[in-house]
């Protein structure tokens, strides 16, 4: 038998690109007006624009990583039908989802010793975790093994890279990214901040724009100073319910690398309550993180 890619909701992918890439996916959980929500992929139990209306409100929603029980029933059935399992996972930076995952691998082990059980913290987040999935499920349709895949994603792990600009300080404050005095300094002057994912998968505050146009350019700047081959590469950009400032991305990297392949999705719940509203991301293989 054949082997299944295995991942979470933090990927940010569509519906439709999740059934194109044959991937199973658990569901994060998140908790806002004191109702809580499976972060699904159809986005059924609460539509993603609304969920950022209630944060432009002023709501705070919570997250809640799933647990060691959730990943073992999800991952069985895959194990006695005879397929092994690739999990790649949630940055380990960001949520303790990667480790319940690995403690529900460890247990299933036993019970299943003819089966291979990988699991590969992505240190990832978004659709930087999504195009990490992407590019592992291409591999898996053009038949590379589950050995050899393994392998491929520890080695290129770190040259996903993610640029990303939030247009509201206050979210990040909230979640203890920056102090209270930066962020009503920076809403005062107008400072936005250009933020990426190391490489030990934590969000790091790299650089600050003048304003959100100032700010988006930078994101296309930072690609250009990484980027293997622009032009030939599928981009991913997600966005906090903005998706004229993530076609503005689009544009400007379509302009400048003559690149020609993009796919744009929301932000999910997960980053998106803390990134808040307005966030925008951009994704792509580098030399480095």
């Not at 933090?10 to 996916?25: F, N, P, R, S, Y």
């Not at 319910?241 to 020609?260: L, N, P, S, W």
């Given at each position: 038998m054949g082997y299944r890619?295995?991942?979470?909701?933090?990927?940010?992918?569509?519906?439709?690109?999740?059934?194109?890439?044959?991937?199973?996916?658990?569901?994060?959980?998140?908790?806002i007006e004191g109702n809580t929500y499976e972060d699904r992929s159809d986005k059924s139990e609460l539509p993603t624009q609304k969920f950022y209306g209630m944060l432009r409100e002023g709501k705070t929603s919570v997250t809640t990583q799933i647990n060691t029980e959730e990943f073992k029933d999800l991952f069985e059935p895959i194990l006695k039908n005879g397929e092994d399992i690739l999990y790649i996972g949630f940055s380990g930076g960001l949520s303790g989802t990667y480790q319940s995952a690995c403690i529900a691998a460890e247990e299933l082990r036993e019970q299943y010793p003819e089966r291979k059980l990988y699991t590969v913290d992505s240190l990832c987040a978004s659709m930087g975790q999504g195009l990490l999935v992407y590019h592992a499920a291409q591999l898996k349709k053009n038949g590379t093994d589950i050995d050899v895949l393994y392998a491929w994603l520890k080695d290129n792990l770190l040259k996903l890279c993610h640029w990303f600009t939030v247009d509201d300080l206050n979210h990040l404050k909230r979640g203890g990214r920056v102090s209270a005095a930066t962020a009503l300094v920076g809403t005062v002057l107008g400072i936005k901040p250009v933020l990426h994912v190391d490489d030990e998968g934590h969000l790091i505050n790299v650089a600050k724009a003048r304003g959100r146009k100032a700010s988006l350019d930078m994101l296309v700047q930072k690609m250009a100073e990484s980027a293997i081959e622009p032009e030939n590469q599928t981009i991913f950009i997600s966005?906090?319910?903005?998706?004229?400032?993530?076609?503005?991305?689009?544009?400007?990297?379509?302009?400048?690398?003559?690149?020609?392949?993009?796919?744009?999705?929301?932000?999910?719940?997960?980053?998106?309550?803390?990134?808040?509203?307005?966030?925008?991301?951009?994704?792509?293989?580098?030399?480095?993180?």
């Open positions: 890619i295995v991942t979470d909701s933090g990927i940010d992918l569509t519906q439709k690109m999740i059934a194109e890439l044959e991937l199973t996916v658990g569901s994060l959980k998140f908790t966005h906090g319910d903005c998706y004229d400032d993530a076609k503005y991305v689009a544009d400007k990297v379509r302009e400048k690398f003559g690149t020609k392949k993009f796919e744009i999705n929301f932000v999910g719940p997960v980053i998106g309550g803390h990134a808040g509203p307005g966030v925008v991301a951009l994704f792509f293989l580098g030399t480095q993180r």
